[in-house]
């Protein structure tokens, strides 16, 4: 069986961050996963976060003449640590250093640091805060390197990720927290599922001209293979629903399709948005119902 192929087939170019005291490469992988490989340039050593797996990774710092010293890892989803698992069946894993949170040690392969909220973590000289930001799934870890935030399946473009432990209050605390970062942080996240995301988004805001002009870029840099990632706090702050609970239009449209809910404080109209778009009523949305 041939693989399917990667969503993106353009990647993002490697970019500084850290006032260029590190680089940040884009790696696609499985059908939709991101790598992405944080690179030291004084040294060539990489520290890749997450991965589905390890091949992709591993040719990847081949052909640029890196050195994969380090993972970090988010969680412990299979399309997260099956790059640690594969890369200890090859018996390449041992002497790498594995970043991963201390709460769920045992569900990480080959952990040698782990960590937790408050935490710092050096790569390349450059001091990475820990946070936990936990609701899809206990344990999950975001880290910030400068001005870029590595934060797995918490924060996605124009998204969130899927309620497995939750509880809403969780996930919706640990957003709040990443909207909080300064607006030119770096949004590098785990999936390629920013046109899915402003989907849904169009269909609970339809009046906001920042979510149009997302929409109608993103849909012709998609068009082309490419990435719509990284993207950036103050970008998502302005078009992601889960952290608009201020705009009266979402919110409207949010009661309006969950009558007799509660959907006043930010919680409860988070709560219910995350409702609405698991319950997938956006999908019937054509695009030619989209800007662009």
């Avoid at 990720?161 to 942080?185: I, N, Q, V, W």
């Avoid at 293979?225 to 970008?235: E, R, Y």
């Amino acid at each position: 069986m041939s693989a399917v192929a990667h969503v993106v087939t353009r990647p993002h170019p490697p970019f500084a961050v850290a006032g260029g005291r590190l680089e940040v490469h884009q790696i696609p992988a499985a059908r939709d996963n991101l790598v992405w490989l944080l690179v030291d340039p004084a040294t060539g050593a990489a520290a890749a976060v997450d991965g589905p797996d390890a091949a992709g990774t591993v040719a990847y710092c081949e052909a640029h003449g890196l050195r994969l010293t380090a993972i970090l890892n988010t969680h412990v989803h299979g399309d997260h640590v099956g790059i640690n698992r594969e890369l200890a069946r090859q018996g390449r894993l041992a002497g790498l250093r594995v970043v991963g949170a201390a709460s769920t040690a045992a569900a990480i392969p080959g952990l040698t640091e782990p960590v937790d909220e408050g935490d710092t973590v050096v790569f390349g000289g450059v001091a990475g805060r820990v946070m936990r930001t936990e609701g899809h799934v206990d344990g999950h870890l975001s880290y910030v390197f400068g001005d870029a935030l590595f934060c797995g399946d918490t924060l996605f473009g124009a998204g969130c990720g899927y309620l497995f432990d939750g509880p809403p209050a969780k996930m919706h605390a640990s957003l709040e927290r990443l909207a909080a970062l300064p607006g030119e942080t770096r949004v590098c996240c785990a999936h390629e599922y920013t046109l899915d995301n402003l989907r849904f988004a169009w269909s609970v805001e339809p009046d906001n001209a920042a979510l149009a002009a997302r929409i109608v870029a993103a849909r012709a840099v998609r068009a082309e293979g490419g990435a719509t990632l990284p993207s950036t706090i103050a970008l998502e702050r302005d078009t992601n629903p889960f952290l608009r609970h201020g705009s009266a239009t979402l919110r409207a449209n949010v009661a309006a399709a969950w009558p007799g809910r509660p959907c006043e404080t930010p919680e409860e109209i988070f709560t219910l948005t995350r409702a609405l778009k698991d319950r997938k009523d956006y999908k019937a949305l054509a695009d030619a119902d989209l800007p662009g």
